[in-house]
Nanobody
């Protein structure tokens, strides 16, 4: 069993930055591919970024590529999402997710565990 707790969300002006953290409890965190999903009001949940168990492989959605950076610290059981150059369209609830052995680093179609989500609001 893995429990995920996100933090770091908030209100920021367009062009600003935020850093989200996801702390995992439970065993074998380092075995999981980790991802950050987001869901805006009235829209489907989408995968923004993901990172392989070792940190050596990453995936970014087209809408965040070049602005967001995902990383993990397996010694601290934590995954991060550094968000720069934020835009109003980045406003969403951001969810941390863990999946064991996806077919590829961006293939988190059915995560095994989800966090409760953290709200990010970008004002124009």
């Amino acid at each position: 069993q893995v429990q995920l707790v996100e933090s770091g969300g908030g209100l920021v002006q367009a062009g600003g930055s935020l850093r989200l953290s996801c702390a995992a409890s439970g065993r074998a965190f380092s075995r999981y591919t980790m991802g950050w999903f987001r869901q805006a009001p009235g829209k489907e949940r989408e995968l923004a970024a993901s990172v392989s168990w070792s940190g050596g492989g990453t995936y970014y959605g087209d809408s965040v590529k070049g602005r967001f950076a995902i990383s993990r610290d397996n010694a601290k059981n934590t995954v991060y999402l550094q968000m720069n150059s934020l835009k109003p369209e980045d406003t969403a609830v951001y969810y941390c997710a863990a999946m064991l052995k996806p077919t590829w680093v961006g293939g988190l179609s059915t995560p095994d565990y989800w966090g409760q989500g953290t709200q990010v609001t970008v004002s124009s």
